[in-house]
């Protein structure tokens, strides 16, 4: 039996990282460590590929594609990704715990097994391994993922945290105009479109911290303010949940209510998707309020990496916890796709409700 590397343990590198070229060290990636330790433990049943290798000084670092469930082109798709920002590690953490979660409960749990026979579960924990490998947000170029796609904001907000091209040394680098998207960011999308093309129906989860005091749901637009063109399906997803679990800690929102944002992947991936074709894809972003974490040990001020991870270890696992009712529920939508997608009238109503709701005129 194979000794678990520690699920739990939260980074320790406190330091603002240097982003200078030249000064890539060999950092320890735990989070990778425990990932491949888990496709050990998961294959057969857990597949896994190697989307991209990134480089870091000497070494490369994978970035890993897993899938667990159906293996059919025509089964209903979640989609799960974490560590596009490298120093939000808790997003990460979050999908290595459910996956072990998934890999432990298979072994007897009658209902998952079934479940798993007509949905496909496609991971992608770990986009960013060189940013995690050093504490940085941006990958090994300096370059913020998450601003990288080729698509402007309507109106964007004047801070850089919505993109800028100015330099790699200020965060949210978009990286320069007419320059091919990171190899990490192509690799994803590749993926997605990947999953896209034959999907009857996609649901998408992409965890990230460092935003406000409550957990939030976003979804598109971010760089616009108008709501995706699925708004009636994702509203009619989001009262299910509502309803199913009305004790819920989630704030639902469209990312632009906070702010508008330049190459945001989301956006560009969904209105590919959508030009192409009508089926449904409902891209979710989980923003957890890491600035509850920082009022409650106000120490984690002085460490970079605590304004975006819970280092508390009885915080942390909490946190690791708190999400796998919405995970749970999100698989069973995606299982369950058919019975609650609202039609005719009753999406004509849903629509009006979500356009109330966030408040587009
Ligand atoms: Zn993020």
Redesign the pocket.
């Known amino acids: 039996m194979t000794t678990r590397p520690p699920l739990d343990s939260p980074a320790s590198d406190n330091r603002v990282p240097s982003r200078r070229p030249g000064r890539h060290q060999h950092k320890p990636l735990p989070e990778l460590h425990l990932l491949e330790h888990l496709l050990q433990q998961g294959a057969p049943a857990l597949r896994s590929r190697i989307l991209t290798e990134v480089r870091d000084g000497e070494r490369y670092l994978p970035v890993y594609a897993l899938e667990l469930g159906s293996a059919s082109h025509t089964a209903p798709v979640l989609l799960l990704s974490g560590g596009?920002?490298g120093i939000?590690r808790i997003g990460t953490q979050l999908l290595l715990a459910q996956l072990d979660t998934l890999l432990q409960r298979l072994n007897w749990d009658r209902s998952l097994q079934q479940l798993l026979q007509r949905v496909r579960i496609v991971m992608c924990p770990l986009l960013n391994p060189v940013g995690m490998a050093h504490g940085w947000r941006s990958n090994g170029n300096g370059i913020d993922l998450?601003r990288n796609a080729p698509i402007d904001a309507e109106q964007p907000s004047p801070w850089l945290v919505s993109g800028h091209r100015l330099g790699r040394w200020l965060p949210w680098y978009r990286g320069k105009q007419d320059q091919p998207m990171q190899t990490e960011a192509q690799a994803f999308c590749s993926l997605v479109e990947e999953q896209l093309a034959a999907a009857p129906f996609t649901l998408a989860l992409d965890c990230?911290?460092?935003f406000g005091m409550r957990d939030r749901i976003w979804f598109p637009y971010s760089g616009r303010r108008q709501l995706l063109e699925h708004a009636a399906e994702l509203h009619a997803l989001l009262q299910l949940f509502e309803h199913s679990h009305p004790h819920h800690p989630y704030l639902f929102e469209p990312q632009h209510h906070h702010y508008r944002t330049h190459g945001d992947l989301w956006d560009y991936l969904y209105q590919r998707h959508y030009q192409r074709q009508q089926q449904v894809f409902l891209p979710l972003t989980l923003e957890m309020g890491s600035w509850l974490w920082v009022k409650k040990n106000l120490r984690q001020l002085t460490s970079y990496t605590g304004l975006f991870n819970p280092l508390v270890p009885h915080r942390h696992q909490r946190t690791l916890r708190r999400h796998q009712l919405l995970l749970d529920f999100l698989l069973r939508a995606v299982d369950a796709w058919q019975n609650w997608l609202p039609a005719d009238d009753k999406r004509r109503l849903h629509q009006r409700s979500a356009e109330r709701r966030w408040e587009i005129p």
Do not use: K
């Open positions: 596009v920002h939000e998450m990230h911290s460092g």
